[in-house]
T-cell receptor, first 115, second 108 residues
Framework: DTAVSQTPKYLVTQMGNDKSIKCEQNLGHDTMYWYKQDSKKFLKIMFS???????INETVPNRFSPKSPDKAHLNLHINSLELGDSAVYFC??????????????FGPGTRLLVL | KNEVEQSPQNLTAQEGEFITINCSYSVGISALHWLQQHPGGGIVSLFM???GKKKHGRLIATINIQEKHSSLHITASHPRDSAVYICAVSRGSEKLVFGKGTKLTVNP
């Protein structure tokens, strides 16, 4: 039983397309996150949701739109994909409000390649 | 300069050696996290600490709040410890800020 799952694991697409990445956690956690890991392996937070409400919204282009239908799911939709969007996107979850003192559990990552 | 600095960037060791990875940060924090990223890409949380020391198996993490410094130690290193080790800090309700990682290779 995977605690935090993401689909798809790999995504290859053309510039200009719209794509979605899905994330689900079965840990009963209240908070979910999206992180981007660039080609230099540097991780950076994009968004955080607590009980379906947006808590953290970093300086991310508005082509990226997170959606949380319930607290177990946090999906990431990307419009008009650009070459620079190529990266690995990680979903994570933690219990309670993101005070930063809760252990985060990461999904396996989605490798996005924009051609 | 990044808020979180790790050293070394790359580390190669022989099996059995004692390993230390360092993390320094420049702001007040509520917690410091050590993460491990496997060669296959998966990320696992190893420790979260706000003071003192924590131990799990062959891994030990320490933090000195006054000096804004943390270390991750691996005793009796093994090739399966080869991975990227990432330090991250959090400040109250704010997001995690990550270091750039330390790539560890343990040779048999």
């Amino acid at each position: 039983d995977t605690a935090v799952s993401q689909t798809p694991k790999y995504l290859v697409t053309q510039m200009g397309n719209d794509k979605s990445i899905k994330c689900e956690q079965n840990l009963g956690h209240d908070t979910m996150y999206w992180y981007k890991q660039d080609s230099k392996k540097f991780l950076k937070i994009m968004f955080s949701y607590n009980n379906k409400e947006l808590i953290i919204n970093e300086t991310v282009p508005n082509r990226f739109s997170p959606k949380s239908p319930d607290k177990a799911h946090l999906n990431l939709h990307i419009n008009s994909l650009e070459l620079g969007d190529s990266a690995v996107y990680f979903c994570a979850s933690s219990q309670d409000h993101p005070r930063g003192q809760e252990t985060q559990y990461f999904g396996p990552g989605t490798r996005l390649l924009v051609l | 300069k990044n808020e979180v600095e790790q050293s070394p960037q790359n580390l190669t060791a022989q099996e059995g050696e004692f390993i230390t990875i360092n993390c320094s940060y420049s702001v007040g924090i509520s917690a410091l996290h050590w993460l491990q990223q496997h060669p296959g890409g998966g990320i696992v949380s190893l420790f979260m600490l706000s003071s003192g020391k924590k131990k799990h198996g062959r891994l030990i993490a320490t933090i000195n709040i006054q000096e804004k410094h943390s270390s991750l130690h691996i005793t009796a290193s093994h090739p399966r410890d080869s991975a990227v080790y990432i330090c991250a800090v959090s400040r109250g309700s704010e997001k995690l800020v990550f270091g750039k990682g330390t790539k560890l290779t343990v040779n048999p």
